[in-house]
Structures are given as structure tokens and as C-alpha cells.
């Protein structure tokens, strides 16, 4: 009968293929306040990256801007979906200051309002664990 044998090989070939699907990724819904000198920071870019060191090593950053009272609600886009939060780990995380990208050539510098180590993700302090569900996470840009 040639029947199970060709049931055999469909079904040889449904098991094999069920292994090949892409894992997808967890995500945790984080927001949170960012604050210099106990001030909201407003209209900051703030960026987690997952942290492969902490063995996250998924390739999505998440990012948001902070609004006027430096709320700020992170969210990725991942294989062309867009969505609300970030992967689940550890990640590393910076703060930049958007004043200084919008000054005419020669006119003086603000001052700043945090540490530029907060900016760069090899010298930044903040590494923060994204966990399942939602949650809240105040970033406080005071002194190192």
C-alpha cells in the first residue's frame, strides 16, 4: 500500500518544518519619567538596546522622546511590524539631548543639563532589566 508511506512523508516533513519557525521575541511595555537636576527632561531621545554581555541579543532597539513633562513610552520596530515596548533582558540605555542638535552653525552651546556619558552606550550607567508586562521605569540623570 503506498498510502503510508506518502502519509509518512508528509508527516516527516510537517514535524521538520515546525523546528524551522523564528523564535520572536518577548516584550515588556516600559514608560517612565526621565528627570536632570530633579527636572523633567524634556524632548530627550531615549534608546534600550539589548545588551548581548546579559545574554539579550536580540536586534531591537526600542526608542521614544520624552514630551514636555519627560514622559516618555518606548516602542521598536521588528521585521516590519511596529509595537509598543521592548525585548525582555537586560539592556543598556542612553538619554541624548535633542537642544544641541538644532543649533545655527556659531552660536553658543547650552548648558548641560546631565552628564554626555548618559548619551554614549560604552560609557552610559543605565542598564535596566525590561521585564514581562508593564511597567514603569524613572531614569534620574544626576551625577555619575
Known sequence: MPYPRALSACLLIALTSIGCAEPVPEFGQVSGVVKARGKPLMNAVVTYMPDPSQGNNWPINAIATTNDDGQYELKYAYKGEEGVGAPVGWHVVTVVDT??????????????LFPLAYSNPTTTPLKIEVKPGEQTIDLNLDSL
Open 99 to 112: 537642544r544641541y542638535s538644532s543649533i545655527p552653525q556659531g552660536q553658543p552651546l547650552p548648558p548641560r
